[in-house]
């Protein structure tokens, strides 16, 4: 068996590294090589699925200009046409509401 030793320091005057250094010191010696190991490898696991792929947000930026530009401009969206009569009762109708 192949073994990699580690030796870990721990500022007793820092209450959270104080505590950390009991709750090892009150593990058996196999059980504080496990917790170490599981805590280590929890670590990794929990920083790489925090981990943004940057390809990934490249191709969301992409398909979103793509879409942007697909869109109608507000030049090309057609206006309602009001017939001319229509207009004049609307003039007429919006000077009334002065008088109120």
């Known amino acids: ?3 990699y030793r580690l030796t870990l320091r721990f500022n007793l005057e820092d209450a959270e590294e104080r505590g950390a250094a009991e709750y090892l010191q009150g593990l058996k010696h196999g059980d504080c090589n496990r917790f170490v190991v599981s805590a280590v490898l929890a670590h990794i696991r929990a920083e790489n699925a925090n981990a943004v792929d940057p390809t990934l947000l490249d191709s969301i ?3 979103f200009r793509e879409e ?3 869109l109608p401009s507000i030049a090309d969206a057609a206006l ?3 017939p001319a009569e229509e207009q004049d009762d609307q003039s007429v109708l919006d000077d009334l509401e ?3």
């Open 68 to 70: 942007v530009q697909a």
């Open 1 to 3: 068996m192949s073994v």
């Open 80 to 82: 309602p046409v009001i």
């Open 98 to 100: 002065l008088f109120g």
């Open 61 to 63: 930026r992409r398909i």
